[in-house]
């Protein structure tokens, strides 16, 4: 059974994606997905949020998420350094085909979530090299 939209999702055939489910994987996949990874599936996020973003591309979106989401892979997400390859590809197909409606806002959200997650790629030097 579908669960119900609320109010910031889009109102699609939305079977097998939700919110709570997407932050759940990509708190569960964070260390293990990789960096670009979670960046990509952020910026997807953050577009589906956007109103102006159009139906069609919030249904894009939807499906890579879901694909993100769901346990059943083409390749199994346990498999160390392969298991996110096709999530990755199919987030990727979708970044790509609705980049025209990608904002820098989305990226600089999504970029900062990140770095809640997974911390600043570039950490600062020991305090002995200052």
């Known amino acids: 059974m579908s669960e119900m939209p609320t109010p ?3 109102r699609l055939n939305t079977r097998g994606y939700s919110h709570s489910s997407l932050w759940l994987t990509l708190k569960k996949a964070a260390a293990s ?7 990509t599936a952020l ?6 949020q956007d109103r102006d973003t159009p139906t069609w591309a919030k249904g894009v979106i939807i ?4 694909y993100l989401i769901l346990p059943v892979d083409l390749i199994p997400d346990i498999i160390p350094g392969a298991g996110y390859s096709d999530d990755w590809g ?11 409606y990608v904002k820098d806002v989305h990226k600089a959200k999504a970029a ?3 770095v809640r997650l997974l911390g600043s790629p570039d950490p600062p030097p ?4 200052e």
Not at 43 to 48: A, E, G, N, R, S
Not at 126 to 129: I, L, M, Q, R, V
């Open 8 to 10: 910031n999702e889009p």
């Open 33 to 39: 997905a990789g960096r670009k990874t979670l960046l």
């Open 43 to 48: 910026i997807l996020f953050y577009c589906l």
């Open 63 to 66: 499906g890579a998420l879901a």
């Open 90 to 100: 199919a987030l990727v197909a979708a970044l790509a085909t609705v980049a025209a």
């Open 112 to 114: 900062a979530q990140v």
């Open 126 to 129: 020991p305090a002995e090299f």
